[in-house]
């Protein structure tokens, strides 16, 4: 696709149960990044991938979060044993190899709204 | 540890006139600047950047400057519009830190017809 795609765009799911959000970037991409934003917050760093590089998962904010990104393209955010603080905005966003040269910005999805009832 | 902070949660400006957004970072590190506006229910959009070799980019209506000495960049829109009404976000980035985009807190901005 032209654009960065994420689903669910919503997903309601009962306090404990597991989630997967999805996420497929631009095609040619070789940065994934995955951020939340809960409400009234701004945008919380959650992990990154870089081609064949180790993933920068400092941002995970416990080991219930965990991504994966198979064949360099699509990544997949589980989050385990949901609880109510998780309810947020997820986003993910991809860019080309350097995303800090101008011109190789970062394009976003537009989100998968998680809500822990 | 915040290492890049939108010190202002919100800013009413009257249509026409410019909206002022500041941001400061921490971290000495970051050689890329950008600003990102997001509008309800949507993704983040970049707007304009800026590298830490420059102090000034211009993009139409918005201009980035950059104090790299103070540690403070700041987005001008001029003249403000109200389609310019959302959350605007800094982000910064460092090349020796992967360039993984930090972001600030975000500025709301409303703009009054």
Redesign the interface.
């Known amino acids: 696709g032209a654009g ?1 795609s994420q689903s669910p765009s919503n997903k309601v799911t009962e306090k404990g149960k597991d989630v997967e959000l999805r996420c497929d970037p631009i095609s040619g991409h070789t ?1 994934l ?1 995955w ?1 939340r934003q809960s409400l009234g ?5 959650l992990i ?1 991938f ?1 081609g064949n ?1 180790a993933p ?1 998962k400092s941002g995970l904010p416990s080991d219930r979060f965990s991504a994966e990104r198979t064949g360099g393209s699509v990544s997949t955010l589980t989050i385990q044993r949901t609880q109510q603080e998780d309810s947020a905005v997820y ?1 993910c ?1 991809s ?1 080309r190899e ?5 011109g190789n ?7 998968s709204w998680l809500t822990v009832v | 540890d915040q290492q890049v902070k ?1 010190n202002s949660p919100s800013l009413s400006v009257q249509e026409g006139r410019i909206s002022i957004l500041n941001c400061d970072y921490t971290n000495s590190m970051f ?2 600047f ?1 600003w ?1 506006k997001k509008y309800p ?6 707007l304009i ?1 800026i ?1 830490s070799i420059k102090d000034k980019n211009e993009d139409g209506r918005f201009t980035v400057f950059l104090n790299k000495s103070a540690k403070h960049l700041s987005l001008h829109i001029v003249p403000s519009q109200p389609g310019d009404s959302a959350v605007y ?1 800094c ?1 910064a ?3 020796a830190a ?9 500025t709301r901005v409303l703009v009054k017809p």
């Open positions: 960065v940065a990044y951020y917050q701004g945008l919380e760093f990154y870089q590089s920068d986003l966003a860019s350097w995303p800090g040269i101008s910005t970062i394009y976003f999805g537009e989100g | 939108q050689d890329y950008l990102y229910a949507e993704g983040p959009t970049f950047s590298s976000f982000a980035s460092a090349r992967g360039n993984k985009l930090t972001f600030g807190g975000g």
